[in-house]
Nanobody, 122 residues
């Protein structure tokens, strides 16, 4: 089992950058593929980005491709996501997730963090 704790959220302006992180404890994060999802008020939780256990393969939602970059440091048991050119539409609670395979599907992840709020003002 693994516990996930997100950090780094905050309030930024449109066009700014922000980096959020996820620290894993318990079973080492290198055992799992990792993903980021987000949920805006009144909307369903949606896929943002994912990468496989060794970080060699990444997946992105079309809405963030070219702006967001997911990365992992297995030695530190952390996963991060660099978010550039942020837009008000990126405002959401961002969740870190761990599962056996990198996938865009929420159901593919067994463990979830509690989320970190990202707010982008126009």
């Amino acid at each position: 089992q693994v516990q996930l704790l997100e950090s780094g959220g905050g309030l930024v302006q449109s066009g700014d950058s922000l980096r959020i992180s996820c620290a894993a404890s318990g079973r080492t994060s290198s055992t799992y593929a990792m993903g980021w999802f987000r949920q805006a008020p009144g909307k369903e939780r949606e896929f943002v980005a994912a990468l496989n256990r060794i970080g060699s393969t990444t997946y992105y939602a079309d809405s963030v491709k070219g702006r967001f970059t997911i990365a992992r440091d297995n030695a530190k048991n952390t996963v991060s996501m660099q978010m550039n050119s942020l837009e008000p539409e990126d405002t959401a609670v961002y969740y870190c997730a761990a599962g056996p395979l990198a996938t865009r599907a929420r159901t593919g992840y067994s463990y979830w963090g509690q989320g970190t709020q990202v707010t982008v003002s126009s």
